[in-house]
């Protein structure tokens, strides 16, 4: 089958190739001949370079167009590409659709110049010794371990901090294809046991399995269903987890999911003897996920509706239950605001939440005299408090400063301690911990720094290397720095600029990638990237813009961003693209976006909004079709986001910016690369055919407006590296090549 797809993919090449030729004329072969990258041998018998690789829209597989009309809040709504969500694994005409847009990208990638040199080079910035965040469990570590090429990260154990490591789950040995990864995972508090989940494909949907830690014997429990769930230990018994029902046999995979609830696993017994911890029959649209305090006395159970950052919470009172009975108490009934639980002893338990401050503050309850009520342990300060933990005596809290995170530790009683100096700009991460632990851990990165993990002694404040990269560049030749500028309306919105110091010091301009997301109040904070850097090292300028709709500077930021106000968010990326090409930062004609997830959804927007702002752009796992996003798997969940389609108002903003409904026929378009997975259920890959579709049927230029879809492979989690060392050069040297940048030789 193989053999017999390449063959066809080839043939399929060599039919656009001819296409080409034959649709110029005999006087324009040598130019057809040309515009696909092929070398051409002028009268004086020297090469010369292939000029642009256009594709015009005789070069696409021919695509059925529907006349399928609909009519809505007064508005006839066109839709002619709806068959295209018809799932291929059971309709013969979307399969062979993708095939030929497959076979039809897969040749013109592998055209491009430099593609071959951009995969070696990220192959190289892959290939370095990296830990995770070790967590302490019963005097043991666990950690994961990625010796540099592995295709998934393995978990690793010691005893003792400066203890031999031991592998114990090794996921590069699960299947063939390396398509099974080690998803989320937690020991139980003695470590004897540890809980962790398989992720098949990229798939959302998790399989929850147990291993006993001294001998490596991976027992017999197998939980399915589990999806967004954590793995809550009560001792060593068993966990709490989540689940969904099992679906009907016969049931489309892609369609919306209802019912999930709490279960109990008792460690070595069958699933069906699970017992249901929490669940709201007459709610079905409601989720719920359960923790356990560190003291193993209290279940805190949170219920949601959507990705809306509101909740409700209920407790179980562990230490004196009976057996098989599961009471649940409201502590929080109303979903109505954020509660993120921070620790609990004995009676008392602390969260941090944005009830009566947006920015969040630290509050306490005592449960033996809860009518007493809440009391703030650490008030609102100017700066979004995004996270916090006790360990040993004091609480460690996280803030979002300009994008930036920063760490301040305080006692129990929310008096400030030391703070944490970061080296630079960078993302502080980790600080896990159990109160009475006298050690913490935590992770160090920036765009141009790989990931360096250092344990911090909390009585005496020193902090020493646990596991930092050995890094095959020299982070300071590289400058990061952060500004500000002016959105459509005045609003000062902070960007990241990253590029070699000589150039910087040279203000060359440069080809340049930015980078934005701005949506389900998610801060997007310095980090490594092996395939960004790989774009850097080639010259190029990185640029990330924390644009509103993000969780940056706290929930106003948000808002500003969401719903009705969805528009400046793109209003806000634009003005980043118009910026950085006033500053002389990006060259002109040389400006190149990507974004993926909601990320995708503001690429699209842009590119239809602006067209001639952009030489090249990626949308990647984009939710298109606005009108129809919340039919699939999780898009109920994003509502409270993006408007529901079902209410007038909510539809007619999602109607001005839907990419799918509002390409721009007659403006000539970017270069497009599109891409997805086969196997996302979370933005399912109808959205980015359709949107496809749409593109290569306007008449918006000549510039390529391609689809690649990858195989076993998901929303982006779980993916093995070799896949994305492929999406990453292919997209790089699509960006590239529009853009004029290509790596060294």
Known sequence: MWEKDLLARRAFGAAVIASLVLAAGPLRAENAAESIGVPVTTSSGATAAPSRLILPRSAYPATRSDALVEQAFGE??????????????RDAQVAGWIAGQTALSSDYLARLPGRDRFAARIRSLFDFERYGLPRKAGGRYFYTRNSGL??????????????????????????????????????????????????????????????EVAT???????????????????????????????PAAGADARAPRFGKAVWFHRVGTAQDRDEQVHATPDHPEWSHKAQVTSDGRWAVIVSEVSTDKRNAVHLIQMDGRKAGQWQAEALVPEIADHWKLVAGTANRLW????????????????LANAREGWRVIVPERGNALEGARMIGDRFLLSYLKDGQSVAVMTDRKGRPGKAITLNGIGTASGFGGRPGDAETFYQFSSFATPPAIYRMNLRSGEVTPFAVPKMAFDPADYEVEQRRFASKDGTQVPIYIVRKREFAQARRALPTLLYGYGGFDISLTPAYSPVRMAWLEAGGAFALANIRGGGEFGRSWYEAGRRENKQNSFDDFIAAGEYLIGEGIAAKGALAIQGASNGGLL?????????????????????????????????????????????????RTLRRYSPYHNIAGGKVYPAILVTTADNDDRVVPAHSYKYVAALQAAEIGDRPHLLRVETRAGHGAGKPVDKVIGTGADVLAFLGYWTGLSPAE
């Open 76 to 89: 006839r709504v066109a839709d002619p590409f709806r068959w295209l969500e018809g799932d291929p694994r």
């Open 150 to 211: 592995q295709n998934q990260s393995a978990l690793w154990v010691r005893k003792g901090v400066n203890g031999e490591q031991r592998l114990l789950l090794d996921p590069n040995t699960w299947s063939a294809d390396s398509s099974l990864a080690l998803a989320q995972w937690e020991p139980s508090p003695s470590g004897r046991f540890l809980a962790y989940a398989e992720q098949e494909a990229g798939s959302d949907w998790r399989r929850l399995r147990v291993v």
């Open 216 to 246: 490596g014997r991976v027992l017999d429990d197998r939980l399915d269903w589990a999806n967004d769930t954590e793995i809550a230990w009560i001792g060593d018994e068993g966990f709490l987890y989540s689940r969904f029902p099992a």
């Open 351 to 366: 969260f941090l939440t944005d009830r009566g401050a947006p920015n969040f503050h630290l509050v306490t309850i005592d």
């Open 603 to 651: 690429v699209g927007a842009v590119v239809n909004q602006r067209p001639d702002l952009f030489a090249a752009a990626n949308p990647d796992v984009g939710v298109m079709d606005m009108l129809r996003f919340d039919r699939f798997t999780s898009g109920r969940f994003w509502v409270d986001d993006y408007g529901r389609p079902d209410r007038e108002a909510d539809w």
